[in-house]
């Protein structure tokens, strides 16, 4: 066999059945340059982000690697089941979720969890060549090498993706992250970042970081923001952070000088109650304050809210808006509460029989749900019926995404800020439309 691999980023089918091409918030940016940097150079390689490119199923390479992060895995199986047509070694790489496990086992030969490093994937790579390979590998997540960006030279996006750790400090009931880290993280050598980020601002003005929590440990972030503006790195980037961000400002100057001109926050409830059942530990009575404190220093704040918990009624929306506008949230992203196999969030729901699909077979059998409809409740919620809690969250979506309030929302210091703003926000607008068409008026 020739020593050359073909890395793949599939797209994923909507409920509708079709492909979803150009940019989104799920063709994560860094997964190819992550795995392509892994790759030993003895070896020839092709890459493919399908959301921008065809898949070519000529390809001579005898190896294919498919990324798949989970919401695309049912049609990942189908790009895997051709390549086993044609006769090639398929390996599912980077998966870090379990509970898939048995769909990818099916279809591919080998499956890679967490991220092989250069040592790691040669050992894979060797392993295919000589035909002894593992049918799992399990690699944990050390991203300590220099990935390699130059796969995304000829694909325009709005910005380009980096990752500065993995995992999270926090150890929240519903989270993904906090299902496969446990409470735990690990920041990259910042000089490996550093070079990453002079590579990708050849490519983009804008970047954003990928991390689950930015603000997992403030003395690297700020020894990473200093060298960014030392380095006059040049690019404008966001990330997502928790809320106590909002107390720190020598981190908060820090990221501004450093080009930090957005944060993603994790609100997703203004209820203590919801909070605690979640075992998320902020307190909503400060939130305001330290939108606030992070706004004052020139960065805007964009807020993740989840509805469904058990603390949630009919008034909740209503009091989730309000909270939107009086704190100045830049971007607000809403979401029903996603039941996902491994966190405490679904073990739960199942233990008390209110989840509306039985088991993770059937999970992983519903391909509806790896098209991510956000407005879908998958369980009984206690004090609102699914029927009116999706009415209700369209309701809310329906009215974050009026032109005016976009605009009122967009407005910062800087005209291109403002605009940048606009277009994220504008997004929200076009996933509402969608959704109302499947939903129907309401
Ligand atoms: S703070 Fe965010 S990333 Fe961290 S565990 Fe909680 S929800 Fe997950």
Request: with cysteine; proline share 3%; charged share 30%.
């Amino acid at each position: 066999m020739e020593k050359k691999i073909y890395i793949i980023q599939p797209t994923y089918r909507k409920m509708d059945g079709k492909k979803v091409k150009g940019w989104n918030q799920f063709n994560h940016s860094y997964n190819i340059p992550m795995l392509s940097g892994a790759v030993p150079d003895d070896w020839k390689k092709d890459t493919c982000i399908e959301y921008f490119e065809e898949i070519n199923y000529e390809t001579d390479a005898g190896i294919i690697l498919l990324l798949c992060m989970g919401y695309d895995i049912m049609y990942a199986r189908e790009v895997a089941d051709e390549f086993k047509r044609l006769g090639k070694t398929v390996i599912f790489g980077s998966h870090l979720d379990k509970f898939s496990e048995k769909i990818l086992f099916e279809a591919s030969d080998s499956v890679i969890h967490g991220s092989p490093g250069r040592k790691e994937m040669k050992m894979v790579l060797d392993d295919a060549l000589y035909g002894r390979l593992k049918k799992v590998y399990d690699f944990g997540t050390d991203l300590n090498y220099r990935f390699d960006y130059s796969s995304l030279k000829n694909i325009r996006m709005p910005y380009i993706q980096a990752v500065m750790g993995t995992g999270c400090r926090n150890n929240c009931d519903y989270c993904c992250t906090a299902g496969v880290y446990n409470g735990k993280y690990r920041m990259r050598k910042i000089s490996m970042v550093i070079g990453e980020l002079k590579e990708i601002s050849k490519l983009n003005k804008y970047a954003a970081f990928n991390d689950s929590n930015i603000y997992n440990n403030a003395l690297y972030l700020r020894r990473l923001c200093r060298e960014i503006t030392a380095n006059k790195i040049g690019i404008k980037w966001g990330g997502q952070a928790t809320i106590d961000i909002g107390n720190d400002d020598e981190t908060l100057a820090a990221l501004y000088e450093s080009g930090c001109r957005i944060l993603y926050i994790g609100f997703e409830t203004i209820s203590h109650k919801n909070l605690k059942s979640i075992s998320k530990s902020f307190n909503p009575d400060k939130y305001k304050e330290l939108t606030a404190k992070i706004r004052s220093h020139g960065i805007a704040v964009a807020g993740y809210f989840m509805f469904g918990f058990d603390d949630d009624n009919k008034d909740t929306f209503e009091k989730t808006w309000e909270f939107i506008k009086d704190a100045k949230i830049t971007l607000p992203l809403l979401n029903v509460l996603l039941p996902v196999p491994g966190t405490r969030v679904y073990d739960r729901l199942k233990q008390q029989n209110r989840l509306r699909f039985p088991d993770e077979i059937e999970f992983g059998n519903t391909s509806p749900l790896y098209s991510v409809p956000c407005y879908k409740c998958y369980f009984k919620p206690l004090n609102i019926s699914s029927a009116l809690l999706e009415k209700k969250y369209l309701e809310l979506y329906r009215k974050a995404s009026r032109i005016p309030e976009m605009i009122k929302r967009s407005l910062s210091s800087s005209f291109s800020d403002s605009v940048k703003f606009f277009l994220m926000n504008y997004g929200l607008r076009k996933e509402y439309r969608k959704m109302k068409s499947e939903f129907g008026n309401v």
